[in-house]
């Protein structure tokens, strides 16, 4: 018997899934604060338990990361998202101001889609549906298609240990076939209520034209900015220690490092102390061949692989602890492809005189993935001031890109959806959480006495005025001279004659 069309399953698979978890988000939406942490509490548990297996199958199936790292990712949105958000108030009456007489009241959006990436296979899918049930919503999960298999196993496993706790069956799904047709589907399934797209550009887009309310975030281009007052010795190891962290598949992390020419000696002596490579011109287009494809997209067979591996591949000599290969770059955007986003163990180098020309450079940088995150290390709060008003939506200081701007290392909402604000086309500039994935009524009092409000208002004086003055509106001098209408007059000659 022939098999059905792949993408009809899909479609059918789409269906199915949005169908349950519409039924599934319904049932959630009457849950108490009580069950919902119930659920959290064994979601949470069951994502540690199997942190490390979910880990080495996301390293297998997609070749990108570390194992160690990738635990690290699965428990930080889990243990450390459930301990943040544990207290957040997502249910009933969230705020109150007695003073102008409203409060909030939050209610759940029903049923979210989840697209994940293939760099953050299984932490994305932990924490989406860690925020969607704290918010008493159901989730339904696409999967890359190269990391179908760890995706769908962390769902799966989240929905199992949901369902043990009271949660409706259903209510973390994802789908097993995933498909062009099918990811569509989903897009467009009336049961759907919201999207949240983390991913490449084009899924993105396509979250944002399903004519649905829809967070989707883009690309990173992180540069990191070593100022002249900086730790030096402290910013490189935050630096490598960051653009090492799952061999760089986190978008926050960085991507170009600048330094001063001050300082330019001693940053180019700790990277090569710390592990950092710095390659000839010659070996860095042999590197840029490898990482890049139609242009400067990112060749997925070397995202996230150690330095080594790329350093092999490329045919290029390197000592065996080398952590991160370096190439200098003399501009931004063609023709200088390091200036691009490279989600693995490569940077960007650059050195300028000062702290205005790396503002320039900064911001030429952030055009390649504007709105997302930048790094700078510095001592003087001034210059942290400065930067500030430059178009990224975070801008950490003194700490790694990948754990800063997850929120791991900083005070940050913990987070695996970054979003890059109108900078970046993003609806959304702040780390995504609990809060994004509720609707917030607003209740309000009336304070002012309707039926006197005009004559009440001692800032309003037309009655007290109209008697003793009257102000007319300036009118425009339409006065038109002999001189206009033959001028007038013999534009529409022209026209005329020119048309015989």
């Not at 973390?172 to 467009?188: K, R, V």
């Not at 190891?237 to 020419?261: L, M, R, V």
């Not at 200088?336 to 960007?348: C, H, I």
């Amino acid at each position: 018997m022939e098999m059905f069309d792949k993408d009809l399953r899909s479609v059918q698979e789409a269906r199915d899934l949005t169908r349950k978890g519409k039924e599934a988000a319904d049932k959630i939406a009457t849950f108490s604060e009580d069950q919902i942490d119930q659920i959290l509490q064994n979601m949470k548990t069951a994502a540690s338990k199997y942190a490390l297996g979910l880990a080495e199958r996301a390293v297998e199936e997609t070749g990108f990361g570390k194992v160690i790292d990738k635990t690290y990712k699965n428990h930080a949105a889990s243990q450390l998202l459930y301990d943040e958000i544990k207290n957040e108030k997502t249910i009933g009456i969230i705020s109150e101001n007695p003073e102008k007489g409203t409060f909030d009241v939050a209610e759940p959006v029903g049923l979210v889609l989840g697209i994940i990436p293939s760099t953050n296979p299984t932490s994305t899918v932990i924490f989406k549906a860690m925020i969607a049930l704290k918010s008493r919503n159901a989730i339904v999960f696409s999967p890359h298609p190269t990391a179908v298999g760890c995706t769908k196993k962390a769902a799966d496993l989240l929905n199992r240990a949901a369902v043990a706790a009271g949660a409706p069956d259903g209510i973390i799904s994802c789908l097993s076939i995933p498909t062009m047709a099918g990811t569509n589907e989903l897009l467009h399934a009336k049961e759907v209520s919201l999207i949240i797209a983390t991913g490449g550009p084009g899924m993105v887009k396509a979250a944002y034209s399903s004519g649905k309310p829809a967070l989707g975030v883009g690309a990173g281009n992180s540069p990191a900015y070593i100022e002249r007052t900086a730790d030096v010795k402290s910013a490189v190891a935050k630096i490598i220690a960051s653009k090492t962290f799952d061999n760089g598949t986190i978008c926050a992390s960085e991507q170009s490092i600048i330094c001063e020419e001050v300082n330019k000696d001693s940053v180019i002596k700790e990277l090569k102390t710390q592990g950092g490579y710095f390659m000839s011109e010659a070996e860095t287009d042999k590197v840029c061949k490898l990482l890049f494809k139609n242009g400067y997209a990112m060749n997925a067979k070397f995202v996230g692989r150690a330095a080594t591996v790329i350093a092999e591949a490329a045919g290029i000599s390197v000592p065996a602890e080398t952590k991160v290969l370096i190439g200098a770059q003399g501009g931004v955007g063609q023709g200088y492809p390091l200036s691009f986003e490279k989600l693995t163990t490569v940077l960007a180098f650059y050195v300028v005189n000062n702290w205005e020309e790396a503002c320039d450079l900064s911001i030429q940088l952030l055009q390649n993935g504007i709105g997302h995150t930048m790094s700078l290390h510095t001592n003087d709060r001034s210059i942290v001031l400065k930067f500030a008003a430059k178009p990224a939506s975070r801008i950490l200081v003194n700490t790694g890109g990948s754990q800063g701007g997850t929120g791991i290392s900083t005070g940050l909402p913990i987070s695996f959806t970054l979003g890059c604000g109108t900078f970046g086309g993003s609806s959304v500039s702040e780390n995504v959480g609990p809060k994004h994935l509720l609707n917030i009524k607003k209740v309000a009092y009336g304070l002012k006495e309707v039926t006197t409000i005009v004559q009440d208002d001692p800032t309003f004086t037309y009655g007290k005025t109209e008697a003793t003055a009257t102000t007319s509106l300036p009118t425009e001098d339409k006065t038109i001279n002999d001189t206009d209408v033959e001028k007038l007059a013999n534009v529409v000659r022209q026209v005329l004659a020119s048309m015989n």
